[in-house]
C-alpha cells in the first residue's frame, strides 16, 4: 500500500540519546477509480494550474476543485472510491519511501564522483580535472557509465526506514533518520511490515 506525502523537514527526539528523525505529511487523497490489478487512480492537491484536460478529469471522478492532480498507486484489497483511509499506518513500522534528491546541475568530476583531485602544490597543472580518460587504439570512443563531470542529483532515490510514531489527526509521519529530497518534496511512501 502506497501514501503520498510531502517532505517537512528533520527533527530529532527528547530521549537521551536523541534520535535523528524526519517528518513527512501524508497528503490527503481521494480515490477515483480502483483497477483491476491492485493499483488506483487517485487525485491530490497540487499547485499545479488547471487546464481543460484536468477539469474533464474532475468532473468524470466528482472530486472537488483542490484535487487537481492525479496519480496511480497501489491500495489494500477492498478500497473503494472514496477518501484513502491511513489507519494502515498507524500499525505499521518499515516503510521504504521514494523522493527525488536535491539537483545540484553540472558538477565536476570531484564533487560527482569524489575524486581525488592533483597535488596541491609545486606547480601543477592537473587542479580537479579528471585527467585522461584512457583511450588509446581500442576502444576509441568513450564508454558509457564513463565517470566524468555532468547532472548530479534530481534522481529518484528508495530508501528504508524506521516508523517512529503516526500522528493520525494531523497526517505526520515520523521516520527514524533522514530521507532524500529538499523541505517541501512530494514523494510516494510504501508500506514494507
Not at 80 to 90: H, I, N, P, Q, V
Not at 109 to 119: A, L, N, S
Request: proline share 4%; hydrophobic share 35%; charged share 25%.
Amino acid at each position: 500500500m502506497e501514501f503520498i506525502v510531502e517532505k517537512i523537514g528533520m527533527s530529532r527526539t527528547v530521549d537521551v540519546p536523541a534520535v535523528p528523525v524526519t517528518l513527512l505529511k501524508v497528503i490527503d487523497t481521494k480515490v477515483c477509480e480502483v483497477r483491476e490489478d491492485g493499483k488506483a487512480l487517485v487525485a491530490y492537491n497540487s499547485s499545479k494550474k488547471l487546464n481543460k484536460s484536468i477539469e474533464g478529469q474532475q468532473t468524470k471522478y466528482g472530486v472537488s476543485k483542490e484535487f487537481n492532480k492525479f496519480m496511480t498507486i497501489e491500495v489494500a484489497e477492498g478500497t473503494e472510491a472514496g477518501d484513502l483511509s491511513t489507519a494502515a499506518l498507524a500499525e505499521t513500522s518499515v516503510v521504504k519511501t521514494s523522493l527525488d534528491t536535491k539537483g545540484r546541475g553540472f558538477q565536476g568530476g570531484m564533487k560527482r564522483h569524489g575524486f581525488g583531485g592533483g597535488p596541491g602544490s609545486h606547480g601543477h597543472r592537473f587542479g580537479r580535472r579528471i585527467g585522461s580518460i584512457g583511450n588509446a587504439e581500442w576502444p576509441g570512443r568513450v564508454m558509457p557509465g564513463k565517470k566524468m563531470p555532468g547532472q548530479y542529483g534530481n534522481t529518484q532515490v528508495t530508501v528504508k526506514n524506521d516508523v517512529m510514531s503516526f500522528d493520525a489527526e494531523n497526517g505526520i509521519l515520523v521516520l527514524k533518520g533522514s530521507i532524500p529530497g529538499h523541505n517541501g518534496a512530494r514523494g510516494l511512501v510504501r508500506i514494507v511490515k
